[in-house]
T-cell receptor, first 116, second 114 residues
């Protein structure tokens, strides 16, 4: 079965600190990996995605994530956070099941609070 | 502007009552999804549909029903069989047929029990 783990439920950082949010998945086949962000009062939106090629992917607002296949991980990073990064971050994995349907699984989310 | 519209934003349900949440998209996406978001549990998939007139149960389908009569619409009914319906419900869509397509989300509907 496909699953996603986000071990950090709530992270508090000061502005300019570096960020790394963990995401681990389990699935035996080919997966595609996503990070979504939900800013306060806004809808979920795509931050970045990986499906092939360079395992280091860059997203919006200076975020990046590295896919490490041997560790089944897709951690999100940002060198220097800003107050405006305060949001909830969700890791997600998708795959095609035997019926050709896209199976999507989300992690439980990490709430990031950045203190000015 | 293309996007996903969910209505209503807030909904109250009486015990034993069925309620229907609306989801409409004008992105010409084939696939649509319903999620339930509870604090500390992330998004859990209720139902999804890859094409018109076809839908599949997700991880927590019990107590819910859906229909997909039109490509742009995917309403979710929360039935009286759902014993704990208070939650935030999110609708999403994506281009179907390929699992590398990101999902686009609506603003959600918050359902509460009176």
């Amino acid at each position: 079965a496909q699953s996603v783990s986000q071990h950090n439920h709530h992270v508090i950082l000061s502005e300019a600190a570096s960020l790394e949010l963990g995401c681990n998945y389990s699935y035996g086949g080919t997966v595609n990996l996503f990070w979504y962000v939900q800013y306060p009062g806004q809808h979920l939106q795509l931050l970045l995605k990986y499906f092939s090629g360079d395992p280091l992917v860059k997203g919006i607002k200076g975020f990046e994530a590295e896919f490490i296949k041997s560790k089944f991980s897709f951690n999100l990073r940002k060198p220097s956070v800003q107050w405006s990064d305060t949001a909830e971050y969700f890791c997600a994995v998708t795959s095609l099941n035997s019926g050709g349907y896209q199976k999507v699984t989300f992690g439980t989310g990490t709430k990031l609070q950045v203190i000015p | 502007d293309g996007g996903i519209t969910q209505s209503p934003k807030y909904l109250f349900r009486k015990e034993g009552q069925n309620v229907t949440l609306s989801c409409e998209q004008n992105l010409n996406h084939d696939a649509m999804y319903w999620y339930r978001q509870d604090p500390g549990q992330g998004l859990r998939l209720i139902y999804y549909s890859q094409i018109v007139n076809d839908f599949q149960k997700g991880d927590i389908a019990e107590g819910y029903s859906v229909s997909r009569e039109k490509k742009e619409s995917f309403p979710l009914t929360v039935t009286s069989a759902q014993k704990n319906p208070t939650a935030f419900y999110l609708c999403a869509s994506s281009h179907g047929g390929n699992s590398n397509q990101p999902q686009h989300f609506g603003d959600g509907t918050r359902l509460s029990i009176l």
